[in-house]
């Protein structure tokens, strides 16, 4: 069965450092894609990067990265240079198998910045 | 655009009412998804459709109902409400397939006491 593991339920950072928030995964689909969602305490779901199983690049979005390590089925997002806005929840979902882009999500880390 | 809406954002119910939560998306995606999310969880599938009259149950329909007749409107049905149905529900929707996200709508916190 699918699933999305997130060992750490809280991390801390100081403000400017970069930090990274663990995902790992389980699937036996060559394809699948992998996602990362912020959620602030106002509650709403931001999108903030996207793997696809077949990419040979790492994804980058600005200050967000991916650590892609496919053998080892971890999606690890790395925040660099963290502001305090960064606080909130991020959550690793895995986009299901082909026809119905289901999302599987995992049960988060709350991400602290501190001054 | 508006993206994807949701009505109401909050609500009280007593057990056994019944209510229905509306989502509505304005970009002409086929996908649509209900999602739970309980406190200090990640996000549940309840029900998902890939097109207007279709449905099919995720991982926690037992409680819900949903309809498709439109490609614009998902709504979800609770009958019998329970505490145990107490969360936050969130309406998504996607494009087909490929890197597209899905898009949430802003949620409807669900009160049963």
């Known amino acids: 069965a699918q699933k999305i593991t997130q060992t750490q339920p809280g991390m801390f950072v100081q403000e400017k450092e970069a930090v990274t928030l663990d995902c790992t995964y389980d699937t036996s689909d060559p394809s699948y894609g992998l996602f990362w969602y912020k959620q602030p305490s106002s509650g709403e779901m931001i999108f903030l990067i996207y793997?696809?199983?077949?990419?040979?690049q790492n994804a980058t979005e600005g200050r967000y990265s991916l650590n892609f390590q496919k053998a080892r089925k971890s999606a690890n997002l790395v925040i660099s240079a963290s502001q305090l806005g960064d606080s909130a929840m991020y959550f690793c979902?895995?986009?299901?198998?082909?026809?119905?882009?289901?999302?599987?999500f995992g049960t988060g880390t709350r991400l602290q910045v501190f001054p | 655009n508006a993206g994807v809406t949701q009505t109401p954002k909050f609500r009280i119910l007593k057990i056994g009412q019944s209510m229905t939560l509306q989502c509505a998306q304005d970009m002409n995606h086929n996908y649509m998804y209900w999602y739970r999310q309980d406190p200090g969880m990640g996000l549940k599938l309840i029900y998902y459709s890939v097109g207007a009259g279709i449905t099919d149950k995720g991982e926690v329909p037992n409680g819900y109902n949903v309809s498709r007749s439109t490609t614009e409107d998902f709504p979800l049905r609770l009958e019998l409400a329970a505490p145990s149905q107490t969360s936050v529900y969130f309406c998504a929707s996607t494009g087909r397939g490929g890197r597209e996200t899905q898009y949430f709508g802003p949620g409807t916190r669900l009160l049963v006491l």
């Open positions: 793997q696809g199983s077949y990419d040979q």
């Open positions: 979902a895995m986009r299901e198998g082909p026809g119905t882009d289901k999302l599987i």
